[in-house]
Nanobody, 116 residues
Framework: QVQLVESGGGLVQPGGSLRLSCAAS????????MNWYRQAPGKERELVAS????????AYAESVKGRFTISRDNIKNTVYLQMNSLQPEDTAVYYC?????????WGQGTHVTVSS
């Protein structure tokens, strides 16, 4: 059974930083592009960042470009999301995910709250 376990969320003040981690297991992690999504209260889940299998290619939502950085460690089977200059609108549950066509797998999510 595929496992994706996120960690690193919490409460942070505006302008602060957090680093999310997603530990993957029970599948060939290095063979799949990985994604971070988020879902704010009352809103649809949105794609935040993506990273290729080797980590050489990344993509970001416009709303986080220049503030967030996605990375991965194919030895540790972990994908990261470094979040800087956090703003209240970044408050959401953050999920890591990948697609093994036709199935998309999700972690349980980690809560990020940006508030003073």
């Amino acid at each position: 059974q595929v496992q994706l376990v996120e960690s690193g969320g919490g409460l942070v003040q505006p302008g602060g930083s957090l680093r999310l981690s997603c530990a993957a297991s029970r599948f060939t992690f290095s063979a799949y592009a990985m994604n971070w999504y988020r879902q704010a209260p009352g809103k649809e889940r949105e794609l935040v960042a993506s990273i290729s299998t080797t980590g050489t290619s990344t993509a970001y939502a416009e709303s986080v470009k220049g503030r967030f950085t996605i990375s991965r460690d194919n030895i540790k089977n972990t994908v990261y999301l470094q979040m800087n200059s956090l703003q209240p609108e970044d408050t959401a549950v953050y999920y890591c995910s990948f697609e093994q066509t036709p199935v998309r797998y999700w972690g349980q999510g980690t809560h990020v709250t940006v508030s003073s």
